[in-house]
């Protein structure tokens, strides 16, 4: 896979000109150059947690750490939407930069310490150890700005309130959405070595449209700084009503198939073609076995001629390699 180079940060300017904010991303550009924390790196914003006052300091747009009270020192995650990574420049889709969405996503950061947010919690945590809590002020103000999008964690979509936000702001090409909208947000990248425990490794992929996710399954070993992209296909209707057809007499994939409707049973073959992975209408514990069927359907060519492009991409740094003296190169 190609290496990415590190860039320099010139294009911030045309990001802050998007969204508004020239003076926002000016301040974020100088803190970033800084060698030395800032004052806003050690800043404190005020959450109702509980209903109880408490100190936190936002990491990024979508978690902070409880400098007080009764969750003292635990790592928050906040629920429903997801902020793109703000260790550096590494999100990447349509004709934006990287350096330019590395604004947006430390905007979003800003956005979130700039002001007092009504949160709650059962104390539940994600599979990171953090604990989850909902901000939903805070949640529709990151979306409806373009700092943020709507994402749950399966199958289900979004929060109702969140994905409404989310269309005005793809409507009204806010923030993250100015250049155009992908069909799915490559959020988070995992390289093979990273499956220790025999479960398999995938990349998630966030839907656009309505927030759900996607688990990308994959066996590739990424390089550090490898530019991973998630590929969208052309379709030829005709070839998927075709390919209906022959997939239903199909004794291996039919009984995939057999319980949905032919509406829905299309759906999943043109979502294949379109995007190589398959629809939530098959059950979790089925879609890997289709997934092997079908792409043996497309290295066949049955598909048709299909014209790919790139959708979201990502760079991949390994986590112990995104702060600190030993950044990775196409961070620094």
Known sequence: MPRIKPRSFRVARRAAVVVGALTLTVAVATSLSSPTPSVAAESQTKVILNGKPVPVHFNDGDSFRVLGGDFNGSKARLSGYNTLESYGAVHQWGSWDLHELYVLAKMGTYNGRDGIWECETDGATDTYGRMLVWCPKLAEQQIRMGYAHAMSIDDNPARPELVEAQREAITKRRGIWAH??????????????????????????????????????????????????????????????????????????????????????????????????????????QRDSLDDLLTAWADAGKFGAQKRTEGACMLHVPFDRRFGGGKAECLK
């Open 180 to 285: 155009g909208a992908p069909e799915f947000v490559l959020t988070s990248l995992h390289s093979k070595e990273e499956d220790v425990d025999g479960h398999g490794t995938y990349n998630r992929l966030v839907s656009s449209v309505d927030g759900h996710s996607v688990k990308w399954r994959h066996s590739t070993r990424y390089a550090e700084c490898d530019r991973v992209c998630h590929y969208e296909y052309s379709v030829d209707a005709a070839v998927v009503d075709e390919l209906l057809i022959a997939a239903k007499a199909d004794p291996t994939i039919s009984p995939f198939l057999a319980a949905l409707s032919n509406a829905d049973a299309r759906t999943v073959l043109y979502d294949f073609a379109k995007f190589r992975h398959i629809n939530r209408k098959i059950a979790e514990d």
